[in-house]
Structure formats: structure tokens, C-alpha cells
């Protein structure tokens, strides 16, 4: 046995620590569809219980008991998913009803762009769309899409499920805890779970108010200029905002290139683009720094790194997902001494660690 102050003690217990993660993502690729549904399901209960203890902060609100508090936030949780299904199923529909529109713009502002530098030996755009549709098979894209909402709709009817049921069992958990471990271990296992529901709470719930204010203020954008679909793009902006870095570029181009189909015109493309841009900005320099702070500790590189990894893993959801995810292994990795090296290696401000030890490097 290696002995603690053996140098190589740190060394072997990196390895295996490498060794689990690998395993542990081997696991996550294998069971996706069953682990999906799960964490989906966690992380909305660490949103609807935040939001269930700010309505107990509210003067009327606050009177009623904690099961009516959790059961009400629950209730709007699963209409929101209901009425985000309406919306995303109707859209499709109204998108390809569209389309023909949509291809008789665009065609007419290349028309327009190549009569003005006087070019004519181009094909005509609508010869050129209707060779290449002819070649497209609608029936494997209808059926891939199809199949895509499908298993869609049954992850979130499943989380849905899982979220409900651990919402009525959170109360048991503690005496679950401390009747199956040690008084030591259930301790520390109670202070890991409550700085998860600290740190992943408030980070999750702020975020999901700040992505509300963005979908708003897109909404209005898009509600100014009559972009068709104004409310089914607001939502997925403010979806697409909860992936780090890339998610609000994606947000923007989706609602961007729909306009330049509707209108077939550059400048309208331009201010809405302009707008929508200035909005993702002033909620990603201004307002979400302010009210999200430093609740997620995390260095920008790892915070790509984890975004790379859980999206390769899992798709979008697993880039939605990716910084709760990456937070909850971080903090219980900080609180054991053996992977504490790696959650350090995580960190964006080492203080809290320096702070935890004791204050050993001011000294």
C-alpha cells in the first residue's frame, strides 16, 4: 500500500480517476436513452424546487404549504412543455405550407442581384431548386423527422415522470441517507448534495430567468418586423441561450435566415439581425454576468471542453445540459482528497479552495 505522503499516491489516484471518467463515458454513450431522461429530470427539479422556495418568499403565495407551493410550480412546468409541443408542432407545419414563398423570394432577390451586375448565363434559380428537390427523397425526411419528435416527445413525457416522483420523494432523501451510512459519511454526503443544490439551483434558476428576458426582448424584435413564427424563435433562443458561447450565434441565425427567406431583402435581413444581436449582447455583458455572478466556478476552457464532450455525447440536450452536469462532478470531486487536484483543475478562482484549506497561501 501506497502510503500518503508517497508522491506516487497522487499519481495512481489520477490515473484511476482518468480511468473512471472513461468508463463513466462510456456508460453515458451506451445508456443514453435511459440516463437522458434522468438528468433531464434532475436538473428541471433543482429549477421548479428554486422557484417553489422564491413563491414561499411572496406575501400571499408564501402562506400556502410546501406540497401546494411544489405541486403548482409542477403543474406550470408540464403546461409550458405542453404548450412548447403545440408550438413547435404547429410551426412545422405552417414552415412547410411556407416554403414555396419562401423559394419564390429567394429567387427573386438573385434575380435581382445578378440583373444588376448584368449577368445572364447563370441558370434560373427555380430550374436549379426544382432539379435538386427532384432528387431529394420527402418521404425518408419526413419519416427521419418524424422519428426525431417522436423519441423527442419521449424523453421529455419520461423526465416529466422522473421529475414528478422526485419531487414527492425529496423530503425522505436526508433520512434515506443517514440510515444507510455512517454518521461521518452521511455528513459529508449532505454537505456535497446541499452545495449541488446551492450552486446548480441558483445558477439554473437565474439562467432560466435571464433566458425569459432574452426570448421577451427577441420576441419583440421579431413581432416588429412580422417574422413569421415570432414566438416559436423566441423560445428557441432563449432554449439555445442555456449552451455556453455558441448557443446564442445559433440562436440569431435560425430567426436571421427565415427573415431573408420571408422578405428576400438585405436590409431587413441586416436590422433584424443588428437587434437581435444587440439583444443576446446586453444579456450576455450586461445583465446575466450581474444576476448569475461567479454560482458556477468553472474556467472557459473547461466550460468548452465540457461543452464539446457532452454535446458529442448527447446531442443539444447534452450541450444544454453540460454545465450542471460538469458542476455536479466538479463539486463532489472537491470534496474528496483524492480528486480534489482535478475539481481545482476545473476551477476558474482557486480562493475558494485556498480558503477551504485553511488560507494556507496567505499566510
Not at 419562401?102 to 451586375?117: C, D, E, P, T
Not at 435538386?132 to 425526411?141: A, E, F, T, V
Amino acid at each position: 500500500m501506497l502510503e500518503k505522503s508517497d508522491p506516487l499516491r497522487a499519481f495512481v489516484v489520477l490515473v484511476l480517476a482518468i480511468i473512471l471518467m472513461v468508463m463513466v463515458g462510456w456508460l453515458l454513450v451506451i445508456g443514453k436513452s435511459v440516463l437522458m431522461p434522468i438528468f433531464i429530470a434532475v436538473i428541471s427539479v433543482y429549477v421548479l424546487l428554486t422557484a417553489s422556495e422564491a413563491l414561499g418568499r411572496l406575501p400571499v403565495i408564501g402562506l400556502l404549504p410546501q406540497w401546494t407551493r411544489r405541486a403548482l410550480v409542477l403543474a406550470i412546468f408540464v403546461f409550458a412543455l405542453l404548450v412548447l409541443a403545440s408550438v413547435m408542432v404547429g410551426t412545422a407545419e405552417q414552415v412547410i405550407a411556407r416554403l414555396p414563398v419562401y423559394q419564390k423570394n429567394l429567387a427573386a432577390m438573385l434575380s435581382g442581384i445578378l440583373a444588376r451586375f448584368d449577368i445572364e448565363e447563370i441558370p434560373n434559380l427555380g430550374t436549379l431548386i426544382e432539379s435538386l428537390w427532384g432528387r431529394i427523397n420527402l418521404q425518408r425526411l419526413a419519416a427521419l423527422g418524424l422519428g426525431s419528435v417522436g423519441s423527442l416527445a419521449g424523453v421529455i413525457f419520461m423526465a416529466v415522470v422522473y421529475a414528478t416522483f422526485l419531487m414527492a420523494e425529496r423530503g425522505g432523501f436526508a433520512r434515506k441517507v443517514a440510515a444507510a451510512l455512517p454518521h461521518d459519511r452521511a455528513s459529508q454526503t449532505h454537505s456535497i448534495v446541499g452545495e449541488i443544490n446551492r450552486a446548480i439551483g441558483e445558477y439554473l434558476a437565474v439562467k432560466t430567468l435571464v433566458n425569459i428576458v432574452l426570448g421577451a426582448l427577441s420576441y419583440g424584435v421579431l413581432r416588429v418586423f412580422e417574422v413569421d413564427f415570432a414566438l416559436f424563435w423566441a423560445v428557441l433562443i432563449g432554449l439555445l441561450n442555456y449552451i455556453p458561447y455558441v448557443g446564442s450565434l445559433m440562436g440569431v441565425a435560425f430567426p436571421v435566415l427565415l427573415t431573408l427567406a420571408q422578405y428576400g431583402s438585405f436590409q431587413t435581413t441586416f436590422f433584424v439581425a443588428l437587434l437581435l444581436t444587440t439583444a443576446q449582447m446586453w444579456v450576455g455583458n450586461a445583465l446575466e454576468p450581474r444576476m448569475i455572478g461567479r454560482r458556477i466556478n468553472m474556467s472557459p476552457f473547461v466550460v468548452l471542453v465540457s461543452l464539446s464532450v457532452w454535446s458529442s455525447l448527447w446531442g443539444i440536450p447534452g450541450a444544454i445540459l453540460a454545465i450542471p452536469l460538469t458542476s455536479m462532478f466538479a463539486i463532489i470531486m472537491a470534496n474528496f482528497e483524492g480528486t480534489r487536484p482535478i475539481a481545482l483543475m476545473l476551477a476558474d478562482d482557486v480562493r475558494a479552495f485556498e480558503k477551504n484549506d485553511g488560507g494556507g497561501s496567505e499566510s
